[in-house]
């Protein structure tokens, strides 16, 4: 990634929630970039709350989206 740009889009569907009421099981979610909290197995991910939170990276599986997909999603926010 080139400077002063922001990274793509990322997106997820929860696949457990662990007890949390603000995740729902089978939402896709918007993931930020936060290289520290993956790589200690988390996610930072805008959650019903609208805020982004961490939550452990097994409650989800990342989405690889055709870029249409992407747009609509970020769209929809």
Do not use: W
């Not at 457990?16 to 790589?39: F, H, P």
Request: net charge negative; glycine share 4%; proline share 6%.
């Amino acid at each position: 990634m080139t400077p002063g740009c922001s990274p793509p889009p990322r997106f997820a569907v929860c696949i457990r929630n662990d007890g949390s009421e603000d995740l729902v099981v089978r939402r896709i979610y918007s993931v930020l970039t936060d290289a520290d909290a993956e790589a200690k197995g988390f996610l930072r991910v805008i959650d019903e709350s609208d805020e982004d939170y961490l939550y452990p990276a097994a409650c989800f599986v990342e989405l690889h989206l055709a870029s249409e997909v992407e747009q609509a999603l970020l769209a929809a926010v």
